[in-house]
């Protein structure tokens, strides 16, 4: 059965940092391209970064370049999000998610994602 399970969520200061983790079972990650989303209360789901399965290559949504990094053990099967000079509206549930075939994850685009954690709290509150 394939399963993500996001940590690392909390509450942090502006200008703070968090590291949010992504434990996939059942699959490996380096056979799927991985996505990080987040949902604020009232908005729209949205993408944020994608480690693609075939060369550990990255893409940023512009909201987040040059802040959030994402990475990959594939020893561990894990996924990061690092989360640098973070922002109050960076608050949101952050969530990790898979999809094997498809742009859904190079475009940054939830709707065609096929697997899903249920996500982890940031609260970025001075």
């Known amino acids: 059965q394939l399963r993500l399970v996001e940590s690392g969520g909390g509450l942090v200061h502006p200008g703070g940092s968090l590291r949010l983790s992504c434990a996939a079972s059942?699959?490996?990650?380096?056979?799927?391209?991985i996505g990080w989303f987040r949902q604020a209360p009232g908005q729209e789901r949205e993408g944020l970064s994608c480690i693609i399965s075939r060369d550990g290559s990255a893409i940023y949504a512009d909201s987040v370049k040059g802040r959030f990094t994402v990475s990959r053990d594939n020893a561990k099967n894990m996924v990061y999000l690092q989360m640098n000079s973070l922002k109050p509206e960076d608050t949101a549930v952050y969530f990790c998610?898979?999809?094997?075939?498809?742009?859904?994850?190079?475009?940054?685009?939830?709707?065609?994602?096929?697997?899903w954690g249920e996500g982890t709290l940031v609260t970025v509150v001075s």
């Open positions: 059942g699959f490996t990650v380096d056979y799927y391209d």
């Open positions: 998610a898979a999809v094997v075939y498809g742009s859904s994850c190079v475009m940054l685009r939830s709707s065609g994602m096929d697997y």
